[in-house]
């Protein structure tokens, strides 16, 4: 019943920009943080943003300017706009709730996860 379905990502050219997002269903997920990872190939999971429930915002350096993140007043969505992308940006992307990871491989075995989708950049 617990469901995350996760949609958006596809393939883009240098500098165009791409909206991921994830809807929450089958539990409630409260006043908990959410999150945005990605991994690449040959990388772990990388922390790329996280909002609070009062709305606070985290971004990685490498993409701060670039990506935003938002919710839904329920907190049951949370979406990614993702701007001037660049190659380095490719990456399977995932939404995650509830409790945050670092290093290993995405998703992990704690939270809630997305399926991840793919965001691939080409020059």
Do not use: H
């Amino acid at each position: 019943e617990e469901q995350v379905v996760q949609s958006g990502g596809g393939s883009v050219q240098a500098g165009e920009t791409l909206r991921l997002s994830c809807t929450y269903s089958g539990f409630t997920v409260g006043d908990a943080d959410m999150y945005w990872y990605r991994q690449a190939p040959g990388n772990v999971c990388e922390l790329v943003s996280r909002i609070s429930d009062d709305g606070d915002t985290y971004y990685s350096d490498s993409v701060k300017g670039r990506f935003t993140i938002s919710q839904g007043n329920t907190r049951n969505t949370v979406a990614l706009q993702m701007n001037s992308l660049k190659p380095e940006d490719t990456a399977v992307y995932y939404c995650a709730a509830g409790v945050y990871v670092s290093g290993g491989d995405c998703p992990a075995t704690v939270g809630y996860w997305g399926q991840g989708t793919q965001v691939t950049v080409s020059t």
